[in-house]
């Protein structure tokens, strides 16, 4: 039997979403050991997990080092990775979003600056509204850039909403909702396939019965 590598993100997200896993028959006990390693393998049950920075999994499923891996839909919207998108887990649940200082108007009279990490999400918004943008590619800690005037508004991702309150910011529009999707590696569906359907299957009653 071939080995199911299944790339989870590091995190919160990522423990639930095992949870899933070892629900549809892939339990790997080991992995609930509190150390820093990044592999864990049950051999018996076929599978092999990895701990993966988040915006990484993709990369993995990608290029076949996963088979099966667990990402946001904002990484797929942004990245477009050649995978399947397999099931939407309704969980990691938030929302791309544009957010400004709470003065902000709008001049469309000249291009609106908009700093962000998914320049992809971004520009393709703008566009579609025909608006004029100035993109900045940032890292992190996007809500700095308004408030030191380094942008107009930011496309960020909003959960609670607490980041953007917390430094005087507001939403103005949503883009898109966001939640975490399973994806897979093509060639891996069409040869794991009857592994990969259990999977799947088994998470979508899973969903169902949270329901
Ligand atoms: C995300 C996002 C916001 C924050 C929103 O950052 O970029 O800063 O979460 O969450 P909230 O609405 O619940 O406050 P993340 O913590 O993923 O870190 P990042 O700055 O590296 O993107």
Redesign the pocket.
Known sequence: MKMLNIALPKGRLGEKAYGMFECAGYPCPSIKENNRKLIFENEAAGVRYFWVKPSDVAIYVERGAADLGIVGKDILLEYAPDVYELLDLGMGK?RMAVAAKKSFHDDRRRALIVAT?FTNIASRYYAQQGRDIDIIHL?????LAPILSLSDVIV???????????NDLEEKETIVPISARLIANKSSYKFQNEAIGHIVKSMAQQLEEQA
């Open positions: 938030c990490k890292n992190g800690s996007i809500e960020d991702i909003v959960e609670t909403g607490t980041t953007l309150k917390e």
